[in-house]
């Protein structure tokens, strides 16, 4: 350190051991890639005594960087201020019901955007780029002895986390005073034990000088409240929800004593599919009317080229891998126009999925999406409707032959900034979540956004419209210096204001990294300041 308080890297001289066996030196960019460590210190012709060594010593240097790493999040962080957010009440400010409230508040004079950018910098999800913030601010500023110890390599990355996670937001109003004899009494035991022990011996000290911290981190933790979806194996997915521990006990119980009657009664399936069953029909069909409260929408992706229409007598060629097809028209999929010929294959394929043709579910919709069999990117979406008209009408201009016209294409543009049903459908179905590198909210919930504003000459078409999420999307318009572009196809680039790229594609589309880094056009402010 410094003595104006700063820090930065120091060098130690030390007297160099040699090892016990020759290293040789790999031949520099031999390959273009860096050379790996264990080709430089073998791993193999150490002794066992000497690689247990060797690994405390790799935790230590863990624990030296992760310290320098929390010292750049919070670097960064004081250069993005709050001076440059939407202020309450005007153009781009959060409404006021999902504005943060100052309780919540970890970090109270930063941009609100600043986790978004720590994300992408990172790659990483929103919710770990927060929290990492807020671990790092606490370390850097409020706990300076884990801090330092951090930084000498004495206490590990796992450790530290659990000092910050303890003694960060839910002592956030306690005495520092009271937080270092905390933070003291820890460290000087931090070593023996495990993680969750610490934790256990941070929570139960911080509690025992401070009793209202139980009561903020119980109130923190009531707000996290939600139910959550996550895929699992053989069609299964699993339904989460996180509840104060007096619910969630009598909602297992109501569900658990509904299962055992019916097991008492005769139902001889097994008792956690009864539990399952009685959940279910609990939310879906509450008051059991026999009427189901909820609809569903339900999108079938059909690659064009399996159909085997009467327009394509010549196979898709194979592609070898990362290559691509030339561009083509729109309206056509790897080189031929999406025909009546092909739709009439598409409806008998469909129908022969399941008996009776397949059909939107009860109460809900169905739709097609056709999609570029090269590529995957999403050529057309149709309504089953639609489908069996276009089907029945053929061709316009030949009427009473399969020509081979083109009947389908994606939504034509509009001369207007609002965008049209189709391309909204179109755009949805291509795009199934915010486009934000890292956010997974659902398209059904996001805005239709222009990749290039509509003021600035950007086109109302599919190719300049994307799904973004509220924040996402006051982001994109309001936030400073962040830039976007979109290829025609729907590949996005975002550009943090710091400087780091990141790229999503639609889901399903395929392409060799290397092409799209040369596709992608250079993001372009999304509007000149003042924004």
Same mark, same amino acid.
């Given at each position: 350190?410094?003595?104006?308080?700063?820090?930065?890297?120091?060098?130690?001289?030390?007297?160099?051991?040699?090892?016990?066996?020759?290293?040789?030196?790999?031949?520099?960019?031999?390959?273009?890639?860096?050379?790996?460590?264990?080709?430089?210190?073998?791993?193999?012709?150490?002794?066992?005594?000497?690689?247990?060594?060797?690994?405390?010593?790799?935790?230590?240097?863990?624990?030296?960087?992760?310290?320098?790493?929390?010292?750049?999040?919070?670097?960064?962080?004081?250069?993005?201020?709050?001076?440059?957010?939407?202020?309450?009440?005007?153009?781009?400010?959060?409404?006021?019901?999902?504005?943060?409230?100052?309780?919540?508040?970890?970090?109270?004079?930063?941009?609100?955007?600043?986790?978004?950018?720590?994300?992408?910098?990172?790659?990483?999800?929103?919710?770990?780029?927060?929290?990492?913030?807020?671990?790092?601010?606490?370390?850097?500023?409020?706990?300076?002895?884990?801090?330092?110890?951090?930084?000498?390599?004495?206490?590990?990355?796992?450790?530290?986390?659990?000092?910050?996670?303890?003694?960060?937001?839910?002592?956030?109003?306690?005495?520092?005073?009271?937080?270092?004899?905390?933070?003291?009494?820890?460290?000087?035991?931090?070593?023996?034990?495990?993680?969750?022990?610490?934790?256990?011996?941070?929570?139960?000290?911080?509690?025992?000088?401070?009793?209202?911290?139980?009561?903020?981190?119980?109130?923190?933790?009531?707000?996290?409240?939600?139910?959550?979806?996550?895929?699992?194996?053989?069609?299964?997915?699993?339904?989460?929800?996180?509840?104060?521990?007096?619910?969630?006990?009598?909602?297992?119980?109501?569900?658990?004593?509904?299962?055992?009657?019916?097991?008492?009664?005769?139902?001889?399936?097994?008792?956690?599919?009864?539990?399952?069953?009685?959940?279910?029909?609990?939310?879906?069909?509450?008051?059991?009317?026999?009427?189901?409260?909820?609809?569903?929408?339900?999108?079938?992706?059909? /690659?064009?080229?399996?159909? =085997?229409? +009467?327009?394509? %007598?010549? !196979? &898709?060629? @194979?592609?070898?891998?990362?290559?691509? $097809? #030339?561009?083509?028209?729109?309206?056509?999929?790897?080189?031929?126009?999406?025909?009546?010929?092909?739709?009439?294959?598409?409806?008998?394929?469909?129908?022969?999925?399941?008996?009776?043709?397949?059909?939107?579910?009860?109460?809900?919709?169905?739709?097609?999406?056709?999609?570029?069999?090269?590529?995957?990117?999403?050529?057309?979406?149709?309504?089953?409707?639609?489908?069996?008209?276009?089907?029945?009408?053929?061709?316009?201009?030949? /009427?009473?032959?399969?020509? =081979?016209? +083109?009947?389908? %294409?994606? !939504? &034509?543009? @509009?001369?207007?900034?609002?965008?049209? $049903? #189709?391309?909204?459908?179109?755009?949805?179905?291509?795009?199934?979540?915010?486009?934000?590198?890292?956010?997974?909210?659902?398209?059904?919930?996001?805005?239709?956004?222009?990749?290039?504003?509509?003021?600035?000459?950007?086109?109302?078409?599919?190719?300049?419209?994307?799904?973004?999420?509220?924040?996402?999307?006051?982001?994109?318009?309001?936030?400073?210096?962040?830039?976007?572009?979109?290829?025609?196809?729907?590949?996005?680039?975002?550009?943090?204001?710091?400087?780091?790229?990141?790229?999503?594609?639609? !889901?399903?589309?395929?392409?060799?990294?290397?092409?799209?880094?040369?596709?992608?056009?250079?993001?372009?402010?999304?509007?000149?300041?003042?924004?």
């Amino acid at each position: 350190m410094s003595d104006g308080g700063s820090y930065g890297v120091t060098v130690t001289a030390a007297p160099v051991v040699a090892l016990p066996f020759a290293v040789e030196m790999p031949p520099p960019d031999l390959d273009g890639r860096p050379v790996p460590l264990g080709r430089l210190m073998p791993a193999a012709r150490r002794t066992p005594q000497e690689k247990a060594r060797e690994l405390e010593r790799v935790v230590e240097v863990e624990a030296r960087l992760a310290a320098y790493k929390a010292e750049l999040v919070v670097s960064l962080a004081r250069d993005r201020g709050r001076h440059d957010d939407p202020r309450p009440g005007t153009v781009g400010a959060p409404s006021p019901r999902w504005a943060r409230e100052e309780v919540d508040e970890p970090l109270p004079e930063v941009s609100e955007f600043f986790a978004d950018e720590l994300a992408l910098v990172l790659n990483c999800s929103r919710t770990g780029a927060t929290v990492l913030a807020e671990h790092a601010h606490t370390l850097v500023e409020r706990l300076p002895s884990t801090w330092a110890a951090l930084a000498d390599g004495a206490l590990d990355c796992p450790r530290a986390r659990a000092f910050a996670a303890e003694l960060g937001w839910p002592a956030r109003n306690t005495d520092p005073e009271v937080v270092a004899e905390v933070e003291t009494a820890a460290l000087s035991r931090a070593a023996e034990l495990s993680v969750t022990k610490l934790r256990a011996f941070l929570r139960r000290e911080l509690i025992s000088r401070d009793a209202s911290a139980a009561e903020r981190r119980r109130k923190r933790a009531e707000r996290s409240a939600d139910v959550t979806v996550h895929s699992a194996e053989d069609g299964m997915a699993e339904l989460r929800a996180f509840l104060p521990a007096p619910e969630a006990a009598a909602v297992h119980a109501a569900v658990d004593a509904l299962a055992r009657e019916a097991k008492l009664a005769g139902d001889v399936r097994p008792i956690g599919m009864l539990r399952a069953a009685f959940l279910t029909d609990a939310v879906l069909r509450p008051g059991d009317s026999g009427e189901s409260t909820v609809s569903a929408h339900v999108t079938v992706i059909a /690659p064009l080229p399996t159909l =085997g229409g +009467p327009s394509c %007598d010549h !196979p &898709a060629e @194979v592609l070898p891998r990362g290559a691509r $097809p #030339a561009p083509v028209e729109p309206g056509e999929v790897d080189g031929h126009p999406i025909t009546a010929g092909q739709l009439r294959d598409l409806l008998t394929q469909l129908d022969s999925l399941c008996p009776g043709g397949l059909q939107a579910p009860t109460g809900g919709s169905l739709g097609i999406a056709l999609t570029d069999p090269a590529t995957g990117a999403l050529r057309a979406t149709v309504s089953r409707a639609e489908l069996e008209r276009l089907v029945r009408r053929g061709c316009p201009t030949h /009427p009473d032959g399969d020509c =081979g016209c +083109p009947v389908l %294409d994606r !939504p &034509a543009p @509009v001369d207007r900034y609002r965008h049209s $049903p #189709a391309q909204e459908r179109f755009t949805r179905t291509r795009d199934r979540t915010c486009r934000q590198p890292g956010c997974t909210g659902r398209a059904a919930w996001t805005d239709l956004d222009h990749v290039v504003p509509h003021d600035d000459g950007g086109p109302t078409d599919c190719g300049n419209l994307c799904c973004l999420c509220r924040r996402h999307h006051r982001l994109k318009t309001h936030a400073r210096g962040w830039r976007y572009a979109m290829t025609t196809d729907g590949v996005l680039s975002v550009t943090t204001p710091s400087g780091v790229t990141r790229m999503t594609r639609p !889901p399903g589309w395929r392409a060799h990294a290397d092409e799209l880094a040369h596709r992608v056009a250079t993001p372009t402010l999304d509007d000149s300041p003042p924004f």
